[in-house]
């Protein structure tokens, strides 16, 4: 019995489950006569106006609950996370596969859960799914799924997640569509790998599949320098990417005119990397893969410029805000700064270089905190010459790190450093 439903983490003063007698260590056993298997399943049966709620108390007596509620109310339970399914596959590219060594487990977990795509956006690949899987995604309405599709090609699709049980991808999107499944779907783009014929053919068949697969993002690979053993894949250069971008504007044109959608999106690295202008933001539709790095950037450029820096920002004594980011986005940040009057205010964007993944990762997404500290530290030995030189009194420090860099749970980086950590080191605020 301990084992079964789902554990009751914490209960909201006040709320329903309080008036009923639940408390934080009791377990859910059934809704309605439905044995709750994780979050997802109180999810979709906790909706209903009349309830009929099975409860395992901490002392083993089992309780069963009539609740009545308004539709949709919330009972105000908290309950434990659901634990990740694997990955059965293999990918060439699995930036897993390219972490550092003796860092925390959590790093080396190939994620492959349905129920995370629904709930987060994660991409999956459709290849470790049950038919039960199947008819909980359609029965729940998991809908939209974020899908890895990399290609369409039944044959490279087995080569490119080294998975020989592998389906083809299309016949799994079929499916999900029959099933009014929404999917909004990927390619990671490996020069020489899936490019080429390969790339214009899965574009093509997934533009098929509209509207059922509703956008497909071309995203550039990321590699790490911590590659020993692993297959051969080519970096991504400019000249590359620009070509990249020329190839995904083609397909829009086209596809406006089929389908009156871009549907193909081209992620904002490739722009940096190919040094290219972004296009306008109407230029990406609804933004349907923001967290993918797509529309993200020009996003952030648009909303800066509508805002309204006509009143300088001031403080009272002199301040220097030091703004970390990664060197794709560093100076873009840097220009957007320079339109904002500050009267006793010092803006400073200090560019992270990645030494913990290697100089090749570029997002900010992906600056861990051991490098921020380490960058600091040289930055204001740097400064504290110049300062000296020049007999410059020094104001407040205070260092701003963007929430992207933090993990899910929003308390540490990508190597375990916490901010707190941070500010100990750096004797400044966070």
């Not at 309950?79 to 959590?106: W, Y």
């Not at 490119?160 to 099933?179: F, G, S, V, Y």
Request: proline share 5%.
């Amino acid at each position: 019995m301990a084992h079964k439903g789902l554990e009751v983490l914490s209960v909201v003063p006040g709320s329903i489950a309080e008036e009923v007698g639940i408390k934080a260590g009791d377990r859910l056993l059934s809704l309605n006569g439905r044995a709750l298997k994780d979050l997802l399943d109180y999810r979709f049966l906790v909706g209903e106006e009349n309830l009929l709620l099975e409860v395992s108390k901490t002392n083993n007596e089992v309780w069963e609950v009539d609740i009545e509620k308004a539709l949709d109310e919330d009972l105000g339970i908290e309950t434990e996370e659901m634990k990740i399914r694997q990955c059965p596959n293999k990918c060439l590219f699995c930036f897993v596969d390219q972490m550092p060594e003796g860092q925390r487990k959590a790093l080396y977990i190939r994620d492959e859960d349905y129920r995370f795509s629904f709930l987060f956006g994660n991409y999956i690949t459709l290849t470790n799914l049950s038919r039960k899987d199947k008819e909980r995604i359609f029965e729940q309405k998991m809908s939209p799924l974020y899908i890895s599709v990399h290609t369409t090609d039944p044959v490279l699709r087995q080569e490119l997640l080294e998975n020989p049980k592998a389906r083809p991808t299309l016949e799994e999107i079929a499916e999900m569509t029959e099933h009014h499944i929404v999917l909004h779907t990927q390619i990671v783009l490996c020069p020489g790998l899936n490019d080429g014929h390969y790339l214009t053919k899965s574009i093509q068949e997934l533009a098929d599949c509209y509207p059922g697969v509703e956008s497909l993002a071309i995203v550039p690979v990321g590699l790490t320098r911590h590659r020993a053993n692993l297959p051969a894949v080519k970096t991504v250069d400019a000249h590359y990417a620009r070509e990249l971008i020329a190839l995904v504007y083609t397909w829009q044109e086209r596809f406006k005119k089929t389908l009156g959608e871009p549907f193909v999106f081209a992620a904002d690295e490739w722009y940096v990397i190919g040094d290219v202008v972004f296009p306008p933001l109407e230029a990406y539709g609804a933004l349907q893969q923001l967290e993918n790095g797509v529309g993200m950037l020009p996003l952030f450029l648009e909303t800066f410029e509508k805002t309204d820096f006509s009143e300088p920002l001031c403080a009272e004594e002199p301040t220097r805000f030091i703004l970390v980011t990664g060197t794709s986005f560093s100076s873009f940040l840097t220009d957007c700064l320079k339109k904002v009057q500050c009267d006793n205010i010092e803006f400073q964007v200090l560019t992270i270089i990645n030494h913990f993944f290697g100089d090749s990762i570029t997002v900010a997404g992906l600056v861990t905190g051991k490098d921020i500290i380490n960058a600091v530290l040289e930055n204001r030995t740097h400064r504290y010459s110049r300062s000296v030189t020049r007999g410059e009194t020094k104001g407040l420090d205070v260092l701003l790190i963007p929430e992207v860099m933090l993990a899910e749970t929003k308390k540490d980086f990508l190597d375990g450093t916490t901010p707190q950590e941070i500010e100990a080191a750096l004797e400044m605020p966070v």
